[in-house]
Nanobody, 115 residues
Framework: QVQLVEAGGGLVQPGGSLRLSCAAS????????MGWYRQAPGKHRELVAQ???????NYADSVKGRFTISRDNAKNTVNLQMNSLKPEDTAVYYC?????????WGQGTQVTVSS
């Protein structure tokens, strides 16, 4: 059974940091490209960051220089370190695993940036 379980969301003040984690199981993690997406109320889900099987990364322009994605193939986890958070980063953050036609999603974790 495929599972992606996100953790680490919460309420943080502007300028603060959070670290999201996603624990994967039920598939061969090292063969999948991993990503973080987010969806704010009334908006479409958007890509935040991706990391390939080889470790190459890609970021949305809005988070470049502030967010860092990483993966630990030994622990089947992918992380998103979020620094210098802004109110516009408020959203539900989802973990994604993708390989060709296989596309798996987690249940999401809420991140709220507010004073």
């Amino acid at each position: 059974q495929v599972q992606l379980v996100e953790a680490g969301g919460g309420l943080v003040q502007p300028g603060g940091s959070l670290r999201l984690s996603c624990a994967a199981s039920g598939f061969t993690f090292i063969l999948f490209r991993m990503g973080w997406y987010r969806q704010a109320p009334g908006k479409h889900r958007e890509l935040v960051a991706q990391i390939t099987t080889g470790g190459s990364t890609n970021y949305a322009d809005s988070v470049k220089g502030r967010f860092t994605i990483s993966r630990d193939n030994a622990k089947n986890t992918v992380n998103l370190q979020m620094n210098s958070l802004k109110p516009e980063d408020t959203a539900v953050y989802y973990c994604q695993a993708r390989k060709v036609v296989y596309d798996y999603w987690g249940q999401g974790t809420q991140v709220t940036v507010s004073s």
